[in-house]
């Protein structure tokens, strides 16, 4: 799911500033932290993949928050008299996709259940 998360961004062009740089750094991230957690699974490899996906499921909210906002302020733009409920509504179905970023934290809420699972392992 993160190559594929990964690469959807990518192929968005979702690398145009330093905004948008961020859930493709948090992917990266956790990649690495997956692996080293895989390869070898420790005390402190499984508190940084943990704090990674803490800050991945940030990143998701502040992606939800920044895309509600361009689409609120583009509504706005093209109907200056909107508001309450309608401007609401017409920002969820904006250009930008308002709750795709919420994708980042399935993707840390996955990781985390992982991590627990290793935990009952060990």
């Known amino acids: 799911m993160l190559i594929g998360t990964g690469l959807e961004l990518y192929l968005l062009d979702h690398y145009e500033d330093a905004w948008q740089l961020i859930p493709l750094i948090c992917i990266g991230a956790a990649l690495v932290g997956m692996v080293w957690v895989l390869s070898k699974p420790s005390g402190l490899s499984l508190r940084i993949f943990k704090g990674i996906l803490g800050l991945s499921a940030l990143s998701g909210l502040v992606g939800v928050y920044l895309h509600m906002k361009a ?46 699972l290793i935990k009952q392992q060990t």
Do not use: C, D, R, V
């Open 71 to 116: 689409n609120y302020e583009f509504e706005l733009e093209m109907k200056p008299s909107a508001q309450g409920w309608e401007l609401f509504s017409e920002s969820l179905s904006g250009a930008l996709p308002a709750l795709a970023p919420g994708s980042m934290i399935a993707l840390a809420l996955i990781g985390y259940t992982y991590t627990l």
